[in-house]
């Protein structure tokens, strides 16, 4: 008998990945997948960037990099976040095999089997699925349409915690951003401990409103202990997933440590996405790519709103993203979550249920959609199923 070992034999699957395998049909309207549309890719840019490569720059794409990162793209990077207000002098930058590699090599600085982790809940399946693997026990905390509930947190931070794991802005798959004072709140208690912060934010650039944007403030930013956080981003969302580019941002404590992390699971990432990113970075190409597909996404979400204001039964309830890719829907009462799901995806449709995202995978009440890469005719139509077979299975 094949003898797996404890910690992968405690994973579990997906639910996004296993729903996308089943709804398969080439008409299937699908609003689960959190990926950025394939029409909106800088496709030509990037020809561009890899037909003006000199022979020596395309020699070092080919060739294995340092550990940390690609030199250029680490300077450029760390000055686009300098501008940003990040403290890049106390602060170093690890370029990752995408974010949720930065999130795994933090697991494996801190987690012992049996430790204890807090995160949001619900939270995000691939930072759920990375803790899990070095067996830890998982306390979820609840939200409210202001961010993570204090009070709930300051009675987990009994449990002597390793860490805390939050995404502040544009959270996945909640789609609420903290409010500055819940912000302030969440660092007040945190500064009084030294319990070390996760602070992920692979949406924060898709901002919707430059008003909201100035209330948006990483943590890292504006904590009196910086030094305590652990920032991680992405290239995912702003230029493409398959470059499989992420960085994190961390003090010297952290900074060796993560490096010999790194080191023992892939020794650097892809060299020539690195090139190519650090073309598109100092080229000025990054920022008014993003600005086109941020005002893309805003329109698609404005959409998604209106379409289940008019569809959804007046029960269900949601906040309103001001960015990012998602909307979290609360059921009305009664309703399952899976057997919705079976009746939606019969319909045509598909999203993901709330459960893949808590932290025990406990039925919540609630769904995942996402507007990202969906075309408004295909919103329409696809709220309009799901709020269909909602009323009916509320008679």
Not at 38 to 50: D, K, M, R, S, Y
Not at 251 to 272: H, M, N, V, W
Not at 358 to 374: E, F, K, L
Request: net charge negative; proline share 6%; hydrophobic share 40%.
């Amino acid at each position: 008998m094949t003898r797996f070992s404890q910690s992968v034999s405690a994973l579990r699957s997906s639910a996004i990945r296993d729903l996308m395998s089943l709804a398969t049909r080439p008409d299937m309207i699908s609003f689960a997948g959190g990926m950025p549309d394939n029409e909106l890719f800088p496709i030509h840019e990037v020809q561009e960037i890899v037909d003006n490569l000199s022979v020596k720059e395309q020699q070092v794409a080919m060739q294995y990099g340092p550990t940390t990162g690609y030199p250029p793209l680490l300077e450029a990077l760390g000055e686009w976040l300098r501008k940003k207000g990040f403290p890049m002098d106390t602060n170093k930058l690890i370029i990752t095999t995408g974010s949720l590699q930065a999130i795994n090599i933090w697991a494996k600085m801190f987690i012992d089997p049996g430790d204890v982790v807090l995160t949001e809940n619900p939270a995000f399946i691939g930072a759920l699925s990375a803790f899990g693997s070095y067996m830890p026990t998982i306390h979820g905390i609840n939200m409210d349409g202001h961010g993570i509930l204090i009070d709930p947190l300051k009675e987990a931070l009994k449990l002597d915690p390793k860490f805390l794991y939050i995404t502040p802005t544009f959270h996945n798959p909640a789609g609420l951003t903290y409010s500055p004072e819940r912000r302030k709140e969440l660092l007040e208690v945190m500064n009084a401990t030294e319990v070390p912060i996760l602070e992920d934010d692979a949406y924060g650039e898709l901002w919707f409103d430059e008003e909201d944007k100035q209330h948006i403030v990483p943590l890292k930013i504006q904590s009196e202990k910086e030094q305590q956080i652990c920032y991680t981003g992405s290239f995912s969302k702003i230029f493409g997933p398959g470059m499989r580019l992420g960085w994190m941002l961390v003090g010297d404590e952290f900074y060796r440590k993560a490096e010999l992390c790194k080191q023992c699971i892939d020794a650097c990432s892809p060299t020539f996405t690195q090139v190519l990113a650090h073309r598109f970075l100092v080229s000025g190409q990054l920022d008014s790519y993003v600005a086109s597909v941020r005002s893309i996404y805003h329109k698609r979400c404005e959409y998604m709103v209106d379409a289940i204001k008019r569809y959804f039964p007046a029960e269900a309830s949601f906040v309103e993203p001001k960015g990012g890719f998602y909307i979290w829907v609360k059921l009305p009462e009664g309703i399952d979550e899976m057997e919705l799901l079976k009746e939606v995806i019969a319909e045509g449709a598909v999203f993901v249920v709330g459960s893949t995202f808590d932290p025990q995978g406990a039925s919540n009440g609630y769904i995942r959609v996402s507007y990202c890469n969906t075309a408004e005719d295909k919103i329409e139509k696809g709220i309009k199923i799901i709020g269909d077979v909602m009323k009916k299975m509320m008679k």
